[in-house]
């Protein structure tokens, strides 16, 4: 399995921007593809963004897309996720992922994935 730890977040102002980290250990030989949700208070864990193992392919939800850019960097083991004009919305605890089991998409869900951190919090205040 993968180890997640992610780092970055906390209290932003709508329009802002923000930078999560995602570091990797554990059995990453194969460079899994990686990918980033999030959980509101009292609602279900949403995808954010995925990555492809080799960094070419990217996917992303429709409640980000245009905002966010997700990216890799296979020889620091790491993933980042930056989001632009900040949303009150976009308040939750975001959580990496790995090792996909299923082909990425831009729908995947919780499901579709093995590995994940503990996740890092985010709150935008309008």
């Known amino acids: 399995q993968v180890h997640l730890v992610e780092s970055g977040g906390g209290f932003l102002q709508a329009g802002g921007s923000l930078r999560l980290s995602c570091a990797a250990s554990?059995?990453?030989?194969?460079?899994?593809?990686m990918g980033w949700f999030r959980q509101a208070p009292g609602k279900e864990r949403e995808f954010v963004a995925a990555?492809?193992?080799?960094?070419?392919?990217?996917f992303y939800s429709d409640s980000v897309k245009g905002r966010a850019t997700i990216a890799r960097d296979n020889e620091k083991k790491t993933s980042m996720l930056q989001m632009s004009s900040l949303k009150p919305e976009d308040t939750a605890v975001y959580y990496c992922?790995?090792?996909?089991?299923?082909?990425?998409?831009?729908?995947?869900?919780?499901?579709?994935?093995?590995?994940w951190g503990r996740g890092t919090p985010v709150t935008v205040s309008a």
């Open positions: 554990g059995r990453t030989e194969n460079n899994p593809a």
């Open positions: 990555i492809s193992w080799s960094g070419r392919l990217t």
């Open positions: 992922a790995a090792e996909s089991l299923n082909s990425l998409t831009d729908r995947m869900t919780p499901n579709d994935f093995n590995s």
